[in-house]
Structures are given as structure tokens and as C-alpha cells.
């Protein structure tokens, strides 16, 4: 193997070594506050869009400044939001992208639920400790929801949530990542619940005018 390729190699390995990524679970909302009884009634179709909810995280200051933490909420997203609207909905059926109004009355839907992450942004900073130092982090999400009846559009409006986490720095700074993925499932959680909040809160999606 000559020099280039064993760089090259090198290269490789020092790259990946220096990547901690935080890929937080799904975590669905349920104490959802609602000023009515009951969930919505009748069926909705629900396409969520979570691509804008990637990232790659560096720290604030110069400690633990070679690594990168890959912040990836774009699955897990869409995952919690079908799980938390599952609950406040008599019927969702999950579509793999947005239904024209025009066509809900034949799917016998009353509206079309679009709910997309719009912003992700996180701060990493290392906490110096007298025997080890840690990590301290903050995410904020933004996340829009639409809905569209067999008559126009019932609902628009976006909302937003953040979270914040504290943890051991660890043996190379992969603590972050651990730290990162707390305060996003947070951030998640809190933005769910304002979506869902908007959702099963508005009068005109239940009156379907």
C-alpha cells in the first residue's frame, strides 16, 4: 500500500472517530391539552416531512472542538408526530405525500394534515469540572401544521419547542452526543405537544368551515 492511500486511510479513521451522532427515539406526546371532549371525529390523511431536522453540531468554544456531533431528528420526528396525532384523532391514515383537496371526499377524509420540521438548532458547549468536565446542550425545533378541509384551509401555523440536557463529557467527548439526543427528544416533546395543541384546539377544523 503506498503513502497516498495510507493517508488517505488515516484520513478515514481520524474522520469517523470524530463523529458522535445523536439520534434521538421516538417520543409521542400524549397530555396534550384540549379544550374539548373526545378526539376529532372522521378521518384525516397525515404526511409529515422531518428532512430539515439534520445538522451537524460542532462545539461553542475551542474544548472538544475536532468533533462533530451529527444531530439527525428527521425519522424520529415523523415517528412522534403520527403517534402523538394518533391520539387525538378518530382515524389518521398516514399518506406518503399531501392529498389535493379535491380528492378528500372520494378517500372519505375531512382533511389533509401536512405537518413539516422547518428549523433545528443546537448548541454544545463543554462545562470544565474540578474531576471531569461535561457537556451541556440546548435544541430548538421549529414545525408547521396545515390543514386543508374539502373546502379550503382550516388551520396554518407554526410552533416551536426547546430542550436542554446536562452530561459526563466522557472518555473522548462522546458525551455530547448523549446530551444532545436529551435535550432534542425534549425539544420534540415540547413541539408536539403545541402542535397538537393547535390541532385538536381549533374550531374551524372541527366545524370543517
Not at 173 to 197: D, F, H, I, V, Y
Request: net charge neutral.
Amino acid at each position: 500500500m503506498n503513502y497516498k492511500k495510507l493517508s488517505t486511510l488515516a484520513a478515514c479513521v481520524l474522520l469517523s472517530a470524530c463523529q458522535y451522532k445523536a439520534e434521538p427515539l421516538t417520543v409521542a406526546t400524549y397530555n396534550v391539552y384540549s379544550s374539548y371532549d373526545g378526539k376529532l371525529p372522521g378521518k384525516y390523511l397525515l404526511y409529515v416531512d422531518g428532512s430539515k431536522l439534520k445538522k451537524p453540531i460542532k462545539p461553542s468554544d475551542f474544548n472538544c472542538a475536532a468533533h462533530t456531533f451529527p444531530l439527525d431528528l428527521s425519522s424520529s420526528f415523523a415517528g412522534s408526530v403520527r403517534q402523538t396525532f394518533a391520539n387525538l384523532v378518530t382515524e389518521l391514515e398516514p399518506v406518503g405525500q399531501p392529498v389535493d383537496r379535491a380528492e378528500l371526499k372520494s378517500r372519505g377524509a375531512r382533511g389533509m394534515i401536512v405537518v413539516r420540521g422547518e428549523d433545528l438548532n443546537a448548541r454544545l458547549r463543554v462545562v470544565p469540572g474540578f474531576w471531569s468536565a461535561g457537556m451541556e446542550t440546548d435544541v430548538e425545533i421549529a414545525a408547521s401544521v396545515t390543514v386543508d378541509g374539502q373546502n379550503g384551509r382550516l388551520l396554518g401555523t407554526t410552533v416551536s419547542g426547546d430542550g436542554n440536557a446536562q452530561s459526563d463529557a466522557g472518555l473522548v467527548c462522546e458525551g455530547g452526543a448523549k446530551s444532545l439526543t436529551q435535550s432534542a427528544e425534549a425539544a420534540m416533546k415540547e413541539t408536539l405537544g403545541r402542535l397538537g395543541e393547535a390541532l385538536t384546539n381549533s374550531e374551524r377544523i372541527r366545524s370543517g368551515k
